[in-house]
């Protein structure tokens, strides 16, 4: 899988495989797309924030990616 999903394959993740599961955002079914997660964290609406952190570190850990971003961090702790 590229780091660059096309609709078809977009819509053959599960949505429990996205940062947002409810509204299908940030999807992240492999290592480049936690991270891509991790660089457009700051264009989520901020009542979603904390729950984008915590997805983004639990997909971090499943795929051996360091998440340092202090902000994602502190965000994954409310």
Same mark, same amino acid.
Do not use: W
């Given at each position: 899988?590229?780091?660059?999903?096309?609709? /078809? *394959?977009?819509? *053959?993740?599960?949505?429990? #495989?996205?940062?947002?599961? #409810?509204?299908? #955002? =940030? +999807?992240? +079914?492999? %290592?480049?797309?936690?991270?891509?997660? #991790? %660089? =457009?964290?700051? $264009?989520?609406?901020? *009542?979603?924030? +904390?729950?984008? %952190?915590?997805?983004?570190?639990?997909? /971090?850990?499943? =795929?051996?990616?360091?998440? !340092?971003? +202090?902000?994602?961090?502190? $965000?994954? *702790? !409310?």
């Amino acid at each position: 899988m590229s780091d660059v999903l096309d609709t /078809a *394959e977009r819509r *053959e993740i599960p949505s429990d #495989e996205f940062g947002l599961p #409810e509204r299908r #955002e =940030y +999807p992240m +079914p492999d %290592a480049a797309h936690v991270r891509a997660a #991790e %660089a =457009y964290f700051r $264009y989520c609406p901020e *009542e979603l924030r +904390p729950e984008l %952190a915590r997805n983004i570190l639990k997909f /971090a850990a499943r =795929y051996g990616v360091d998440v !340092q971003s +202090p902000t994602i961090l502190s $965000y994954a *702790e !409310q």
